[in-house]
């Protein structure tokens, strides 16, 4: 019997963040064995806010790099870069046909951006989630591993495949999300009610996962927390919540077990222990970054397999569903 699939994407709009790793990217790299995996950049989804374009190619190959850093191998995993994949934007219309406009005004993350994005309230912005269902029903995908903050994209995908299957007939599989139970929703180092995010210009309140091992425990020392000494899992105790779950999430640790390894000891000893473990979890990923982007010839050389790969299993479907949704093929 053939595998399971699995089909995420990240956004090329800077250095992952630790957020990214433990809500997505690091299980990616653990289930490639299990699963059939296709992940890839979203670069087409991150010209839904303005960036230099120079900035968006540097960092498109470097977000490359960082898969391939995290542990995802080329030869198990289909890696590709999804603006290299025609496919996709073409996919993306047509989702766009099948889903409603109130459904889209719905959606958080669009209220978000479009409150922080006010000058450029543009039609990409609205139906990013259409293009983002078509990323996923492209590919037949059984599971879409993310964090929590994509769950609604989710459930529209889910109602845009049904939508369509009851046109056509069962012609698209419905996905269901993966969300990890710990880490799905990293929040900020700064401001444990907000989530950690590459856009926050506070740099104290995110890692990158290629930070300075010093910088990491900097930064864990002055995190956020509050006035009270004990290190519990507990409401409203937020800031300590969430650095016990980045703690848990790297070294495998219990709630349980982390208050009893710090019980008598103060903040500063169990932020310092967060920082520390999350340095050690990360340094190999550095270190293979710094590796990987000495060798630009041979990233080239594993995305054009990769976007080709890609190209072949996905026009499949969009040929399927041309046919069925009556366009002349
Ligand atoms: P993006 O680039 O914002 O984030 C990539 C992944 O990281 C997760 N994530 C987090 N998880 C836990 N805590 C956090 N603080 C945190 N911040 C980010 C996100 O949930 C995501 O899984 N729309 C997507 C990209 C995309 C996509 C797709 C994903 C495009 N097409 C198809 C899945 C399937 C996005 O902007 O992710």
Redesign the pocket.
């Known amino acids: 019997m053939s595998k399971e699939i699995m089909?995420?994407?990240?956004?090329p709009?800077g250095t992952f963040?630790l957020?990214?790793y433990?809500?997505?990217v690091r299980g990616w790299a653990r289930l490639q064995d299990e699963y059939d995996c296709a992940y890839f950049i979203?670069d087409l989804?991150s010209l839904t806010v303005r960036m230099d374009p120079a900035q968006l190619r540097a960092q498109s190959l470097e977000a490359y790099a960082l898969l391939l850093s995290c542990g995802l191998d080329p030869e198990k995993t289909l890696l590709f870069v999804q603006s290299h994949v025609p496919t996709h934007a073409e996919m993306g219309w047509i989702m766009s046909c099948y889903t409603q406009f109130g459904e889209l005004s719905r959606m958080t993350q669009f209220k978000d951006k479009s409150a922080a994005h006010a000058d450029n309230i543009n039609a990409g912005l609205f139906t990013y989630p259409s293009l983002?269902a078509g990323?996923?029903l492209l590919y037949q995908a059984h599971y879409?591993p993310?964090?929590?903050?994509?769950r609604q994209?989710l459930e529209i995908t889910r109602d845009i495949a049904q939508r369509i299957n009851s046109v056509c007939g069962d012609v698209l599989r419905v996905p269901e999300a993966y969300i990890p139970k710990t880490?799905?929703?990293?929040?900020s180092l700064q401001d444990p009610s907000k989530?950690?995010?590459k856009s926050d210009e506070n740099t104290n309140a995110w890692i990158t996962i290629i930070e300075d091992p010093k910088v990491i425990v900097n930064k864990f020392k002055r995190a956020v927390t509050d006035s009270e000494k004990e290190v519990v899992f507990r409401e409203g105790k937020d800031g300590i919540n969430n650095l016990m779950v980045i703690y848990s999430s790297v070294t495998g640790k219990t709630m349980e077990e982390i208050e009893r390894e710090f019980e008598g000891k103060g903040y500063g000893d169990f932020k310092v222990a967060v920082g520390e473990a999350v340095a050690e979890e990360l340094a190999p990923v550095r270190e293979k970054y710094n590796d990987l982007m000495k060798n630009r010839d041979y990233l080239n050389e594993v995305m054009k397999k990769g976007d080709e790969a890609a190209y072949k299993i996905s026009v499949r479907t969009l040929s399927k569903l041309k046919k069925k949704l009556g366009l002349l093929v």
Do not use: F, L, Y
């Open positions: 089909v995420s994407g990240i956004q709009t963040t957020g990214n433990i809500g997505a979203a989804h983002m990323d996923i879409v993310v964090g929590e903050d994509q994209h880490g799905g929703r990293v929040m989530k950690m995010s």
